[in-house]
């Protein structure tokens, strides 16, 4: 469901939207609210039109045996990788693995994967710097799962035999922890000499909370954004009003139209 839209007239100074300074929009969806379940952070860069991706966003998988049949239903593609566990490819190619079960009453979103160049180095940033547990770790298939709870969506890292390419959709990872934590964390990934790709600021969203926040980036580039829970908590309330918001948003895009009466393609990322 949609949880909340926002637009916003100019880029991000924490560059949420990628590295592209027009217009765009952001739009949460999950299968509750965020204070308890991992939610999608779908943005859209008015006037581009497509993204080459890379294979650094290996997909989500989600318990769903409803997701299986919608997608059935509506003569959706989908492909059995393993016995029960279907692949979707999402409008842009984005994967989705959906396992043929009775949907979890918690959060039914397993896990993200993730491609990283050296399994090891990954695993040893992500759990001894950002204090990650290891779940699971197989050197033979050159994965590891982690995550910071049990009850929480996992981190799985997949090796990809080579060098992580990010294409040029630029998504990122979040995670919302106590305010007093942030300075911590920025402290420690300077002593470390590890990458801060924004340092610690406040961002502002429009009507509604200010937010701390601090991005990092871990071996292979993958970013990872920290925020203060606390203004977090406030700022992602969910938005009865979120889906007419998106329709109305949706609906006053024209650029499709433009794009087409003067006989031009939106732009490739």
Known sequence: QVL???????????????????????TMVGYGPEDN????????????????????????TLVSSQAVSNAKKMGWPLREV?????EAEAPG??????????????DPVLKVTLGVSDLQKSVNYWSDLLGMKIYEKDEEKQRALLGYADNQCKLELKAVG??????????????????????????????ENQKILTPLVSLDTPG???????????PD???????????????????????KLLDDAMAADNSDKWFAAQKMKKASA
Request: net charge negative.
């Open 162 to 191: 080579g060098a992580v390419d990010h294409g040029t959709a630029f998504g990122r990872i979040a995670f919302s922890c106590a305010k007093e934590e942030l300075p911590n964390i920025e402290a420690l990934m300077k002593k």
């Open 82 to 86: 393993t016995t029960g566990i279907f």
């Open 208 to 218: 509604k909370a200010t937010v701390q926040v601090i991005i990092l980036a871990d």
């Open 37 to 60: 379940h991992f939610v999608a952070e779908l943005t859209y860069n008015y006037g581009i039109g497509e993204y080459r991706l890379g294979n650094d966003f290996l997909g989500i």
């Open 221 to 243: 580039g993958h970013e990872i954004c920290f925020v203060g829970d606390e203004a977090f908590r406030d700022l992602s309330k969910v938005d009865p009003n979120g889906n």
């Open 4 to 26: 909340r839209h926002e637009e916003f007239e100019e880029g991000c100074k924490a560059s949420c939207n990628g590295p592209y300074d027009g217009k765009w929009s952001k």
């Open 93 to 106: 190619g984005y994967k989705f693995y959906l396992e043929d079960k009775e949907q979890l009453k918690q």
